[in-house]
């Protein structure tokens, strides 16, 4: 089996691994498997999202907001 080794890892996330760690009850070497496994399976290639987004862009067209537009969306999804 492979086995990767990671340098320089800021203190911040270590901490936030190893309490996930504790947390769900996995040594710091499993827990460490199971992100990288989990992004794995998220993680869809470049291609294919552009393709999607080109699908999208073909179906809607282009949509052209001037700024006042945007801010205004903006605000109303806070309120």
């Known amino acids: 089996m492979p086995v990767i080794t ?3 890892i800021p203190d911040e996330v270590y901490r ?3 309490k996930e760690a504790q947390d769900e ?3 710091l ?3 460490c498997l199971h ?3 989990r992004f794995a399976k998220q993680k ?3 291609a294919k999202v552009l393709k999607e987004i ?3 862009h073909d179906r809607v067209g282009s949509i052209n907001f001037n ?3 945007v801010k205004a969306m903006i605000e109303e999804g806070r309120s």
């Open 6 to 8: 990671v340098r320089d």
């Open 16 to 18: 936030e691994i190893k």
């Open 25 to 27: 009850n996995r040594s």
């Open 29 to 31: 070497n499993k827990q």
């Open 35 to 37: 992100i990288l496994e």
């Open 44 to 46: 869809q290639p470049t």
């Open 54 to 56: 080109e699908a999208l």
């Open 67 to 69: 700024p006042d537009e």
